[in-house]
């Protein structure tokens, strides 16, 4: 069906068809450090308790609580310091009545120790610490500065789940608790291709009806971002054959997915509705939002995903927000698909267009929760320049046609 047919879609109807013919890559096993920014297939559990013995907290004296008990700057207790516990060690030294042990903040704590004296609550401090030492204050009670085995995790507990990216705090948490290897799916591999005939090649002069390829790095880097492998960026001329040729190139790359841009509306030369428009796997579609009017979906033959996102630069921004990039996260089973959302106030008035759900380029005041257009002048799909302010999308309901000031606003906030 196509767009000029008059099919008319809301985004949550498109969005549902995309995710519908979605299925999840295979999985893999990777070393956890392999696997960053991969999404992960089945928990990873600990293969230990995380602290992994009882430690010290502070550099000082491991002591035993009751000789200490009594200690204050007036009335020292003194003890003899019989070991001394660098990090690293595995010691694990008797402490008989009147015996402490010199400690650094991560070794184990001796099993005859219950508190840890910091060297500031001493006479001596650092310097003068081995042989014997002068408590000056009563640990506050027993256990105190001692980290206990397993009271962050416990082996055999969940780390990270399934379904969540191995991002830096996940990944170094697997690591602290003693995971080596976990199970992923496999990053989805993805063909950028940019349309058009009036695309200059990098570095070639500017010149009237010649416009720079900026689709083909704005889709790089967020495809990239959403944690897929970019196997192919190309830029072919207005011509169906072209398209034709460049699927199969990506195809044979092995891409999970293909997605272009431009070409996909109503005029006269539309290389991607001409390769693929009434051949039953890519339907051409009309979504009620602005920008991205135009779009096209479907599943070719081999598997492979296509996506017909509408030219205008900040129409292919906003699609991919909308709809490739919960895609290339289902793909990855991550359990959450979609960019946080919240309300903001507006702070400047702007105009909608009627019927269309607007999602407008936005700069956010985060502590003041406010929100104003990123572009002055306005909503237009080809203000690609303005995209550099853009912070989110203020996403403003079809039937509303003006937002004034003081509004309460929807926002998709990205990046
Ligand atoms: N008669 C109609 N005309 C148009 C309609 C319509 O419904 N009826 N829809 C308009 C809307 S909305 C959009 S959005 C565009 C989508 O058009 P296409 O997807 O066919 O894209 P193109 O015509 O190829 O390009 C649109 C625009 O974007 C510029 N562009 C394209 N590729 C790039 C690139 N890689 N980097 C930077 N800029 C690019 C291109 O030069 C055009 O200015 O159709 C409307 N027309
Ligand atoms: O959909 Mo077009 O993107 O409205 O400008």
Redesign the pocket.
């Known amino acids: 069906m196509s767009?000029?047919n008059g099919l008319r879609r809301s985004v949550e109807e498109q969005l549902a068809l995309v995710l519908a013919a979605l299925r999840p890559l295979p999985t893999e096993a990777r070393a956890i450090r392999d696997a960053a920014h991969r999404t992960l297939a089945e928990p990873a559990t600990a293969a230990h308790d995380i602290p992994l013995f009882d430690n010290s907290a502070m550099d000082g004296f491991a002591v035993r609580a009751t000789d200490v008990a009594a200690a204050s700057p007036e009335n020292p207790v003194v003890l003899r310091v019989v070991a001394d516990l660098p990090a690293g060690v595995s010691d694990d030294p008797a402490l008989a009545a009147g015996e402490a042990a010199r400690i650094m903040t991560g070794s184990p704590t001796p099993t005859d120790a219950d508190a840890i004296v910091p060297f500031e609550d001493t006479a001596g401090g650092l310097a003068d610490s081995l042989g014997e030492v002068r408590v000056l204050h009563a640990p506050a009670k027993p256990g105190a500065f001692v980290r206990r085995r397993g009271a962050d995790l416990h082996a055999g507990d969940a780390v990270v789940l399934a379904g969540e990216r191995l991002g830096a705090f996940q990944l170094s948490a697997a690591v602290a608790a003693g995971v080596e290897t976990v199970t992923v799916t496999r990053a989805p591999r993805v063909a950028v291709v940019?349309?058009?005939s009036?695309?200059l090649e990098p570095g070639e002069a500017a010149q009237r009806g010649r416009?720079?390829?900026?689709?083909?790095p704005?889709l790089e880097l967020l495809v990239a971002d959403a944690d897929a492998e970019v196997v192919l960026v190309a830029?072919v001329a207005?011509d169906a054959d072209a398209v034709r040729a460049v699927t199969e190139t990506a195809v044979e790359r092995g891409a999970d997915v293909i997605v272009f841009?431009?070409?996909?509306?109503?005029?006269a030369?539309?290389?991607?509705?001409g390769a693929f428009d009434g051949r039953g796997e890519v339907e051409f579609a009309?979504v009620a939002m602005?920008?991205?009017?135009?779009q096209a979906f479907g599943v070719l033959d081999t598997g492979t995903l296509v996506f017909?996102?509408?030219?205008?630069?900040v129409?292919?921004a906003v699609s991919f927000e909308v709809f490739v990039r919960p895609a290339l996260l289902a793909l990855q089973g991550r359990s959450e698909i979609h960019r946080p959302r919240a309300p903001f106030t507006a702070d400047a008035a702007w105009t909608t267009p009627p019927g269309r759900r607007q999602y407008l380029p936005a700069v956010v005041d985060l502590a003041r929760r406010t929100v104003r257009p990123a572009t002055a002048g306005g909503s237009g799909?080809?203000l690609?320049g303005g995209l550099a302010r853009a912070q989110a999308f203020a996403i403003v309901p079809a039937e509303i046609d003006a937002v004034a000031e003081g509004d309460v606003i929807d926002v998709m906030l990205v990046g």
């Open positions: 767009a000029a940019s349309t058009g009036e695309l416009i720079p390829d900026s689709n083909g704005l830029r207005d841009t431009g070409g996909v509306s109503a005029g030369y539309e290389p991607v509705r009309s602005q920008p991205g009017k135009p017909g996102l509408p030219g205008n630069p129409s292919v799909s080809h690609a």
